[in-house]
């Protein structure tokens, strides 16, 4: 069984730029949620997608959006590149069944902003 | 919005020794505590979890405490060996790891000495 795929999987940019990351869940996980990693804030959650909505956003600024497909597989997109924006953004994907909804991350995107 | 705290950032003991990572939350309505292992360069895995029904769990080696009167939870790793080496993460969220995602604490680099 394939896992959580992210690509691409590292990445630069420059300021003012904007950037595109994809996503594809677990086969059959309805619910991707995305995850900024830095080593000064750890890991935030930015926001999660279940069929295809948007259910909630972490607090992060509006140039981060993202979007989920009919087949679940999602994107996330930051626009207006910073350099603060230099982080590892890693996916999610669960089965979203009732109790405990065990979250299985993908390998991360690593975006450079120079 | 959730918070959670983590502590120590570092810790350092010698293999077979037990060690203990502990964290705590403000918000009462969390439900599912994980607790995920991430090694240099690698994604997060989990490692354990537990839901708010349960006081304790097991799993070989590893075992996880939860208080909910204190708010507070703990991981617990016993006769530990080199490759415990890695970076551990608590977290929690309301809604089961669900549309809120995880709250993640700031991690604890766990160093096993030979």
């Known amino acids: 069984k394939a896992g959580v795929t992210q690509t691409p999987r590292y990445l630069i940019k420059t300021r003012g730029q904007q950037v595109t990351l994809s996503c594809s869940p677990i086969?059959?996980?309805?619910?991707v949620s995305w995850y900024q990693q830095t080593p000064g804030q750890g890991l935030q959650f930015l926001f999660e997608?279940?069929?295809?909505?948007?259910?909630n956003k972490g607090n992060f600024p509006g140039r981060f959006s993202g979007r989920q497909f009919s087949n679940s597989r999602s994107e996330m997109n930051v626009s207006t590149l910073e350099l603060g924006d230099s982080a590892l953004y890693l996916c999610a994907s669960s089965l979203y069944s009732s109790g405990a909804n065990v979250l299985t991350f993908g390998a991360g995107s690593r975006l450079t902003v120079l | 919005g959730e918070n959670v705290e983590q502590h120590p950032s570092t810790l350092s003991v010698q293999e077979g020794d037990s060690a203990v990572i502990k964290c705590t939350y403000s918000d009462s309505a969390s439900n599912y505590f994980p607790w995920y292992k991430q090694e240099l360069g690698k994604r997060p895995q989990l490692i354990i979890d537990?839901?708010?029904?349960?006081g304790e769990k097991k799993d070989q080696r590893i075992a996880v405490t939860l208080n909910k009167t204190a708010k507070h939870f703990s991981l617990h790793i016993t006769e530990t060996q080199p490759e415990d080496s890695a970076v551990y993460f608590c977290?929690?969220?309301?809604?089961?790891?669900?549309?809120?995602?995880?709250?993640f604490g700031k991690g604890t680099h766990l160093i096993i000495q030979p």
């Open positions: 537990i839901r708010s029904n349960v």
């Open positions: 977290a929690a969220s309301i809604t089961g790891g669900g549309a809120d995602g995880l709250t």
């Open positions: 086969s059959g996980h309805r619910s």
């Open positions: 997608y279940f069929s295809e909505t948007q259910r």
